[in-house]
């Protein structure tokens, strides 16, 4: 959706670290969320943030919430080439009517 | 195992054709959704249902139609309004309003145009 941004690309080398950057615009949003869709699938929650935290960390992906920004960032450490795939973050607003989806970042692993 | 099954997962359409895509799930969810991927955009939102016999447009819902007669199903109608139907085509569930579950996702369904 138009509210939500990403960058559409990102490029890294297996076992760097990968930072998919997203910002959106309402300040009511109360979850935010990463999905991860592998070419020709649907796309799959990969973890979530509640707005009044500030980081959340689950095995190899950190999630940073800056709320005063509303930037939202995920990052996967030690990336693998089975990583590739585009991330969308999304944002659940107060109403929950539907999420907002940001356009996408496709990361591709270079071995 | 619960889910949501989209089916078919390709499908061809000839100008001036209807097609239907079907979506069913079985999470038991209230709130179901449509979207359309283009390649390098995001998701567009054409359809969504909160309730049984209810549902409201999405941003794009102009040559599409929907209906919900069951929880299980919301199938959407490709109809010959929309003039540029190739997409890969997406649905979701969610408990109402989302909540912490967020969507769960279909497989996807891709439309042609031939």
């Known amino acids: 959706g138009e509210d939500v941004e990403q960058s559409l690309f990102l490029s890294v080398r297996e076992g760097d670290s990968s930072v998919i950057n997203c910002t959106y615009t309402d300040s009511s949003s109360t979850y935010l969320y990463w999905y991860k869709q592998e070419p020709g699938a649907g796309l799959q929650l990969l973890t979530y943030i509640f707005s009044n935290m500030d980081m959340k960390q689950d095995q190899r992906l950190t999630v940073l919430l800056n709320k005063k920004d509303k930037h939202l960032s995920l990052r996967i450490a030690d990336t693998q080439t089975g990583d590739s795939a585009i991330y969308f973050c999304a944002e659940g607003r107060a109403n929950f009517n539907k999420f907002y989806f940001g356009s996408g970042t496709k990361l591709n692993v270079k071995p | 195992d619960g889910g949501i099954t989209q089916s078919p997962k390709y499908l061809f359409r000839k100008e001036g054709q209807n097609v239907t895509l079907s979506c069913e799930q079985n999470l038991n969810h209230d709130a179901m959704y449509w979207y359309r991927q283009d390649p390098g955009q995001g998701l567009r939102l054409i359809y969504y249902?909160?309730?049984?016999?209810?549902?409201q447009k999405g941003d794009i819902a102009e040559g599409y139609s929907v209906s919900r007669e069951k929880k299980e199903s919301f199938p959407l109608t490709v109809t010959s309004a929309q003039k540029n139907p190739t997409a890969f085509y997406l649905c979701?569930?969610?408990?109402?309003?989302?909540?912490?579950?967020?969507?769960?996702f279909g497989s996807g369904t891709r439309l042609t145009v031939v």
């Open positions: 979701a569930s969610s408990r109402t309003g989302g909540d912490l579950d967020g969507y769960t």
């Open positions: 249902s909160q309730i049984v016999n209810d549902f």
